[in-house]
Every structure is written in structure tokens, then in C-alpha cells.
């Protein structure tokens, strides 16, 4: 059974314009063990997504569909019961670790805070267990008595992934977890996501626009545009032999160094993303895609499958004669 | 400048706590009066006597544990009002946010000094309820403030970190917003003595004041009412004036140095 399934998940932002659709019908699986990355440009409710697994959404967000954690829907949970599973059940590396941490208090007693909140050992204890914890993610012990300010950016989120660990969940959210690190750092860190997922087979979500870390870090790779879920499959192959028009373009605004083609002739995805407000008719892609036909502004196309085993699919009417790979007869 | 504060509150707050070893506290009492009435300052009563025959010094130097205690324990239970309703109106919002800031705008614009003087003639004078009438009408600057930085904390990611981590809203007061709200909350409180202090002086000279104790308001209080500036006798209105003036402006000095520690936009002004 996997770990989390999201099942047609919408998520509406009130304003003052009106509703605001910022995830439309995402259907998600995650088994265990499994590395899950999502991509996607700013504003492709990516962060939405992973934000309404553990119901954190504004006041103001109205969330339809069902996310079942362990066979239970987060949506429909009483506040009691929501508090209980936070963190036990799912854990987020927060992006940005610089602000995630409260700048008066020891980065330990924040490792140990869940602990603590979730009655799992006392203070002192939590704390002991909290200075393992920081080991764990490669800091000397005593880094534990160190205050935000005292770290560096990567010992920062080294912190946050101790935190997320701390009470052993099933599913770990990394929410862009190396943005704002340098390269090396973001290497690091990355290795030691990875390792620390293999050691304890845990779930994850990995959510960022770096694709070069996606394919690196993830199984199975799903992508975003404009609050659906427009290409999914294996990593290797996904960005290997793209389906959808949206993922090529992705896969080619990578510049590789050294490679004097990207150099002649950067690539990139002219115009912006559809403001959410107004998603155009059709599929939402067509004014940005350059193989878009008459009928791609009339038909808004699901996910189709590309392989027998539904492992790859794609949402595009024109995936077929596009030459997808691995095509289902 | 924050030094010089320091230093007068030190000399004022010790000579407080260490009166009753400098002089017995007999020298308050009418019918054991060692001087002639109204003496101007000699050696023996340094700042003169009073009508009665007591030492000014003697009076200015008890008169200051009454002074400062009320100052502080007003300020406590101000501060205290203070901050549990401006966290809980910047934490919840909503209705709750706008009927605990229409409550602290109606005792914001409410003067003051008659409704103080309301509450003390309602209550009956004694210390307690001095301390009572300060502390619950000088709160509303506090809320106000505490509030305005509970808005700007509670946004921030580590307040939404908390709430994923399964915290309750106890918790993330407790731990998250009130370490952060602290430094501003401190800073204020000596701000709000020195207030506090000029409060218990107006009371006491306006007779509100418990008669039973000699703080510098009610010496004043005596003095006016006996006439001394008519009779000429400065020495016995001086001394607690500038008593008065010197702890205010003390207290002031400190919290403005705090602020500027605590808030960096006011460095290197």
C-alpha cells in the first residue's frame, strides 16, 4: 500500500477577484521507500500540493478531494487527531531554513520540540535524542547548543532535515530543500537526503524547479504546470525522452557545460506561466507550446497513459504523433 | 546616557531597600519628632524639618519604598494585562482581535486621571488598590504595541513550522511568539515605571493615596496642604520633587537606551 495517495486533490485560494484555483485534480501515489520528485515553475501549485498533505494551507484556502495518509484522509481528520499525525506521519523540510528557525532558541530544543509536543520523551531526553539527530545529519553533537545565527546556510538545513527525522514519520516532504545553498552545499545536502532515505526507507516528496537534482534524487518524477499534473514517469526516462511538449521544454532550458550548442543557442520556454486566475480554455499549455494545433485550444486533455503499465503518462492530445517512447499500441 | 539612568535607579533603588538600616523608620512618627517645626536644613536634619518636626530626609528616604514599589508593581500588573491581550488579539484575529482592540481603544481614549481618580475614591485608599487603579488603566499602550509585533512574528515561517510540527496554540505562544515579543515587552516596562511612578505622585498629592504611608506624592501632599511654599519652607517641597523628577527621568533614560539596543533602526541616530 503506498504511504500517501492523493486522490483528485483541488485546492482554491479565496481573493478578492473570486476562488483562485491553484491545484486542479492532482492524483498522487507514494509507496514506501519511494523518492517522488515534483517539478515545476513558480506558481504550478507545486508547494500547494505538499503544503495540503499535512493540511497547512492559509486560512483562506478551500481544499477538495482526498489525501490519504496511511489509508487516512488529512482532509476529514478532526483537529485533535490532524495535531497527532503532523510530524509522526509526515514531516517537511521547509524551504528557506534561514526563516524556519526561531532565531531565540537553540537549534536543539527545536530539533526537540516535536518530541516534546508529541509526548514522546521528556525534554531532557528529547533533547539527548536531538543531539543524535544532529549527528546524524553529519554536525558534531554540540552544534545542538548553537543558535540559528551561529550556522552557516548548509548547517542550517542540515538542522531542518534533523528535524524532520525526529519523530521517525513514514513520509518526508523536502520542499525545495537546496534553494538558496551554493552548489556544493546543495551536493551535500542532497547525498545526505538520499542516504539518510535509503538508511530508514522512508517515503519522499522532493519539490523543486532544479531538474538536474530531480533526476538525480528521484524514482519518479511528476510535472506540474498551471495546478495539474501534466507528465509523469520514471526519472531516467522522463527527462530522457520527454512526452510532453511542457517537459521538453524544461529538459532543454538545462544547459549542460561545456556542450557548445547551449552556449550558441540557449534554449528557453517563451512567455509565462497562465495566471491561475485565468487558465486558458483548452489545454492550459497551448499559447506557450510549439507544436500546439487548432484543437489544443477546444479539448483540455487528461493524463493519458503511454505505457501498458500506466508508469509513464502524459496529458497531451498530440502525445502519439509526437513519438513517444515505449507507446502503447 | 543609559549609563547615567543606570546609575541614579542603582543609588535610588539601594537607598530604598537599605532604609531601614540608615534610619528607623521612628522618624515617621509625629509624637517622636526629635526637630523644632520648619527648620530650614542644619547639620542635624540635612534638608530641613516639617511642620510636624520631622526630619525631610527621613521622610524623602521611606517615601521612596513606597514610590518605587507602587511604580513597579503597577507597571507588573499594566504589563501583564498588557501583553496577554495584545498576543491574544494579534495571535487569534478575527472578532476576538477586534473586541479586545476596541475594548483597549476605549481605555486608551478615556483620560486617564478622572478615572483613576474614580476607582481609587470608589475602592478606598490603601496601597493595594493605588497599585489596582494604576496597573488597570495604563495597559492600553502596551496591548497595542505587543500586538502590533505578535502580527508581524506569527507570519513568520517558524510560527507555520510549529503548526506542521503538530503545536497546539499554547505552544507556539509560549514558546515561539512570546520569546520574540519579549525584548519589546521589556523595553516598555521601563518606559511604563517611570509612568507608574508620575501616577502614584498625582494620586497621592490629589489625597487618593494611603494615608497610613509616606511616599514622596503624599509628603508633597502635606506640604502644599500646610502651606509651605507660602511659608517659605523649600526645603520641604524640594526634596521629594527632585526625587521624583531625577527617578522619572531615570527610568525614561534606561528604556530609551534599551530601545535603542533592542531596535536597530534607532542606532547611530
Known amino acids: ?100 528557525l526561531n532565531p531565540v532558541r537553540r537549534v536543539g530544543d527545536q530539533v526537540a520540540e516535536a518530541m516534546t509536543i508529541h509526548r514522546q520523551a521528556s525534554e531532557r531526553e528529547a533533547f539527548r535524542r536531538a543531539q543524535q539527530l544532529v549527528e546524524q545529519v553529519g554536525l558534531p553533537a554540540r552544534r545542538a547548543r548553537d543558535y540559528p545565527h551561529e550556522l552557516s546556510g548548509g548547517q542550517r538545513q542540515r538542522i531542518m532535515i534533523a528535524m524532520a527525522l525526529a519523530c521517525n514519520p513514514n513520509l518526508i516532504i523536502a520542499d525545495e530543500p537546496t534553494t ?79 556542450d557548445e550548442r547551449f552556449r550558441r543557442a540557449p534554449s528557453g520556454l517563451p512567455g ?15 499559447p506557450r507550446c510549439p507544436e500546439a494545433i487548432a484543437a489544443c485550444a477546444r479539448e483540455d486533455p487528461s493524463l493519458l497513459k503511454l505505457t501498458v503499465d500506466g508508469r509513464r503518462r ?5 502525445v502519439d504523433r509526437l513519438g513517444a517512447p515505449e507507446m502503447v499500441p | 546616557m543609559g549609563m547615567i539612568g543606570l546609575v541614579i535607579l542603582v543609588f535610588f533603588i539601594a537607598t530604598a531597600l537599605l532604609a531601614p538600616i540608615f534610619v528607623s523608620s521612628d522618624g515617621l512618627d509625629a509624637t517622636k519628632a526629635t526637630g523644632e517645626p520648619l527648620q ?10 516639617d511642620d510636624l518636626g520631622r526630619s525631610v530626609l527621613t521622610l524623602t528616604i521611606w517615601g521612596s519604598r513606597v514610590s518605587l514599589l507602587v511604580g513597579f508593581m503597577a507597571t507588573l500588573l499594566s504589563i501583564l494585562i498588557g501583553a496577554v491581550i495584545g498576543i491574544a488579539a494579534g495571535y487569534f484575529g478575527g472578532w476576538r482581535e477586534n473586541l479586545l482592540m476596541r475594548v483597549t481603544d476605549w481605555f486608551l481614549v478615556i483620560p486617564f486621571l478622572p478615572l483613576a481618580i474614580v476607582l481609587a475614591s470608589l475602592l478606598g485608599r490603601s496601597l493595594f488598590n493605588i497599585i489596582l487603579v494604576i496597573g488597570v488603566t495604563s495597559w492600553p499602550g502596551t496591548a497595542r504595541l505587543v500586538r502590533a509585533q505578535t502580527l508581524s512574528v506569527k507570519t513568520r515561517p517558524y510560527v507555520e513550522r510549529a ?14 511568539i512570546l520569546p520574540n515579543v519579549f525584548p519589546l515587552i521589556f523595553a516598555n516596562t521601563i518606559l511604563v515605571v517611570a509612568v507608574a511612578i508620575l501616577s502614584e505622585t498625582t494620586l497621592s498629592f490629589l489625597g487618593l493615596g494611603d494615608p497610613l504611608r509616606v511616599s514622596w506624592g503624599s509628603i508633597l501632599e502635606f506640604a502644599f496642604s500646610a502651606g509651605a511654599g507660602g511659608a517659605g519652607a523649600w526645603w520641604w517641597l524640594v526634596p521629594p520633587g527632585v526625587a521624583i523628577v531625577l527617578v522619572v527621568l531615570a527610568f525614561t533614560m534606561c528604556g530609551y537606551a534599551l530601545d535603542e539596543v533592542l531596535n536597530p533602526r534607532l542606532r547611530r541616530r
Open chain 1, 180 to 258: 538558496a545553498l551554493d552548489v556544493m552545499v546543495q551536493a551535500q545536502v542532497l547525498s545526505l537526503l538520499s542516504g539518510l532515505q535509503q538508511e530508514f526507507g522512508l517515503a519522499m516528496i522532493f519539490i523543486t524547479h532544479d531538474l538536474s537534482v530531480l533526476v538525480e534524487a528521484c524514482d519518479r518524477i511528476a510535472v506540474m504546470y498551471a495546478g495539474r499534473i501534466v507528465e509523469e514517469g520514471p526519472s531516467d526516462l522522463l527527462f530522457g525522452s520527454p512526452a510532453h511538449p511542457y517537459t521538453k521544454a524544461l529538459a532543454a532550458a538545462f544547459p549542460q557545460i561545456g
Open chain 2, 163 to 176: 503548526r506542521a510540527l503538530g503545536a497546539g496554540t499554547w505552544h507556539a505562544i509560549t514558546r515561539h
Open chain 1, 1 to 100: 500500500m503506498s504511504v500517501l495517495s492523493v486522490r483528485d486533490l483541488n485546492v482554491s485560494y479565496t481573493t478578492q477577484a473570486g476562488d483562485v484555483p491553484a491545484v486542479r485534480g492532482v492524483n498522487l501515489d507514494v509507496a514506501r521507500g519511494e523518492v517522488l520528485g515534483l517539478a515545476g515553475e513558480s506558481g504550478c501549485g507545486k508547494s500547494t500540493v505538499a503544503h495540503a498533505v499535512l493540511r497547512l494551507l492559509p486560512v483562506g484556502a478551500r481544499a477538495e478531494g482526498e489525501v490519504l495518509l496511511d489509508g487516512e484522509d488529512v482532509l476529514a481528520m478532526k483537529p485533535g487527531r490532524l495535531r497527532a499525525v503532523r510530524w509522526t506521519e509526515a514531516a517537511i523540510v521547509f524551504q528557506g531554513a534561514m526563516h524556519a
Open chain 2, 40 to 49: 530650614p536644613p542644619s547639620l542635624e536634619f540635612p534638608f530641613g524639618t
Open chain 1, 314 to 318: 502524459a496529458a497531451c492530445i498530440r
Open chain 1, 272 to 286: 509565462d506561466p497562465p495566471d491561475p486566475a485565468a487558465v486558458p480554455r483548452g489545454c492550459p499549455f497551448h
